[in-house]
């Protein structure tokens, strides 16, 4: 798992060079949220983060209304319904389906949340017969609009299994840290304070995971564009004669 964590890269972002992305958003949310404050401002730097298309159609009440802290501290009810906590965002956020709604949580209480995206889902859960099947920890499926995955929130397993991906998050940080396995955070983690040194959270194991995930698509799209190649060499006008 720290090999895992270690490895996460999304645009600018790696171990090498702190997260710098991973921090700024987790600092700029978080702090929001103890304030009461999250908005649209927040709203639109996590969708340029993940390259959302469409960040003109979101829209949310200024501030968003979900209480995530009692006096600087995660509100006590978020672990026991964390599959509550993204139903009121998406009644709330217009433009954010069930990812990004996961990601606000992601990184406004890292202490008790995780995203859950296409590549998770596509690993852990239902809906790519290719990337799936290994470690299926979720019912939670994804579909193919286009050549876009998405995790549709008209599903029966929405948002239940949102609460389920949790559980396993945090069950895995409690493993980790029981076992004295260290999460290897990056120097600003820890003299910000944001991090105990060594300690997993559950948006650290998320990360990992993600990580996980996303070499496992990788070699699926290698695997499949060789098949293609292959299919297409055997086809008779491409026949040596």
């Given at each position: 798992m720290p090999d895992l964590y270690r490895?996460?890269?999304?645009?600018?972002?790696?171990?090498?060079?702190?997260?710098?992305?991973?921090?700024?958003?987790?600092?700029?949310?978080?702090?929001?949220?103890?304030?009461?404050?999250?908005?649209?401002?927040?709203?639109?730097?996590?969708?340029?983060?993940?390259?959302?298309?469409?960040?003109?159609?979101?829209?949310?009440?200024?501030?968003?209304?979900?209480?995530?802290?009692?006096?600087?501290?995660?509100?006590?009810?978020?672990?026991?319904?964390?599959?509550?906590?993204?139903?009121?965002?998406?009644?709330?956020?217009?433009?954010?389906?069930?990812?990004?709604?996961?990601?606000?949580?992601?990184?406004?209480?890292?202490?008790?949340?995780?995203?859950?995206?296409?590549?998770?889902?596509?690993?852990?859960?239902?809906?790519d017969s290719q990337c799936g099947g290994h470690y299926q920890l979720l019912e939670l499926s994804v579909s193919l609009s286009g050549k876009r995955w998405q995790i549709s929130p008209s599903q029966e397993k929405w948002p239940g299994e949102y609460g389920t991906w949790i559980q396993i998050l945090n069950d895995i940080a409690g493993t980790l840290n029981g076992d004295g396995i260290s999460c290897p955070h990056p120097p600003q983690y820890l003299q910000s304070g944001r991090r105990e040194e060594g300690k997993w959270l559950p948006a650290d194991v998320e990360t990992a995971l993600f990580s996980y995930a996303s070499q496992v698509v990788k070699e699926s799209n290698i695997t499949a564009l060789s098949l293609a190649e292959q299919a297409h060499s055997n086809l008779p006008i491409f026949r040596k004669r």
């Open positions: 490895s996460y890269t999304w645009k600018g972002d790696t171990w090498e060079n702190g997260f710098p992305d991973l921090f700024r958003l987790e600092e700029m949310c978080s702090q929001a949220a103890m304030e009461y404050s999250l908005n649209k401002t927040h709203l639109i730097e996590i969708a340029l983060w993940g390259s959302l298309p469409n960040t003109k159609q979101i829209s949310c009440p200024d501030p968003i209304g979900i209480t995530l802290y009692n006096n600087h501290m995660p509100a006590v009810w978020l672990k026991k319904e964390p599959e509550n906590a993204v139903c009121i965002l998406g009644c709330q956020v217009r433009g954010f389906g069930p990812t990004y709604c996961s990601k606000i949580l992601h990184f406004a209480v890292p202490e008790i949340f995780g995203a859950i995206d296409t590549r998770l889902v596509r690993v852990f859960g239902k809906g």
